[in-house]
């Protein structure tokens, strides 16, 4: 079963920030949280990942709470093109096995 | 960045037919591949692991008979839909993860398996 709770589904206004949470109250020491995101009929594209400490790249950012209990993908401008669903998910980088839930279905309007 | 390519997008087979789906990383070494599949309105759906060069792991309630995964080359895995019937439609999905420290997953872009 998925580790992740994601709220089912978002709006966002073109040009506004995106922030997606989620819940993984049970990581382990060792699990990092990534994010993905599937726009339909395509595979999964790999957005960002992180452990504990907060992450950027020319995608999005993520913060992790201090107790790892939670996170936020935050997309800092989003575009129509940003429409998808987004898969939070917590693995341990050693196994390399990704266990996807329902994720969040993003729909940025105009 | 990675790239994952999988073969064919989209593929039409008739029922008891067998179906090869082939799944390659095109940049880079894959030492471990894995298979998903993913039904209308859902989500992605673990299948197996593949090692190059060793037998696949299978997910529990998955039937390696029907399912089987080659995975000959640091570059190349392959499902194939053994006897395959209508419920076998699907979207299948392949992902691909290097040996390089601390890199994610890379997904292929699906082949949507049709069978009348």
């Known amino acids: 079963d998925a580790k992740t709770t994601q709220p089912t589904s978002m709006d966002c206004a073109e040009g506004r920030a995106a922030n997606l949470p989620c819940n993984h109250s049970?990581?382990?020491?060792?699990?990092?949280v990534y994010w993905y995101r599937q726009i339909h009929s395509q595979g999964p594209q790999y957005i960002i990942h992180?452990?504990?400490n907060n992450e950027t790249n020319e995608m999005a950012s993520l913060i992790i709470t201090e107790d790892r209990k939670s996170s936020t993908l935050i997309l800092p401008h989003a575009t129509l093109r940003d429409t998808a669903v987004y898969y939070c998910?917590?693995?341990?980088?050693?196994?390399?096995?990704?266990?996807f839930g329902q994720g969040t279905t993003l729909q940025v309007k105009p | 960045g990675a790239v994952v390519s999988q073969h064919p997008s989209r593929v039409i087979c008739k029922s008891g037919t067998s179906v090869k789906i082939e799944c390659r990383s095109l940049?880079?070494?894959?030492?471990?591949m894995f298979w998903y599949r993913q039904f209308p309105k859902q989500s992605l759906m673990l299948m197996a692991t593949?090692?190059?060069?060793?037998?696949?792991?299978?997910e529990q309630g998955v039937e390696k008979d029907k399912f089987l995964i080659n995975h000959a080359s640091l570059t190349l895995s392959t499902l194939t839909v053994t006897s395959a019937h209508p419920e076998d439609s699907s979207f299948y999905i392949c992902?691909?993860?290097?040996?390089?420290?601390?890199?994610?997953?890379?997904f292929g872009n699906g082949t949507r398996l049709t069978v009348t």
């Open positions: 992902s691909a993860q290097s040996s390089g420290a601390n890199s994610p997953l890379h």
């Open positions: 049970t990581i382990s020491g060792n699990e990092y």
């Open positions: 992180g452990l504990k």
């Open positions: 998910i917590v693995s341990s980088y050693n196994t390399g096995k990704l266990i």
């Open positions: 940049d880079f070494q894959a030492t471990t």
């Open positions: 593949s090692n190059e060069g060793s037998k696949a792991t299978y």
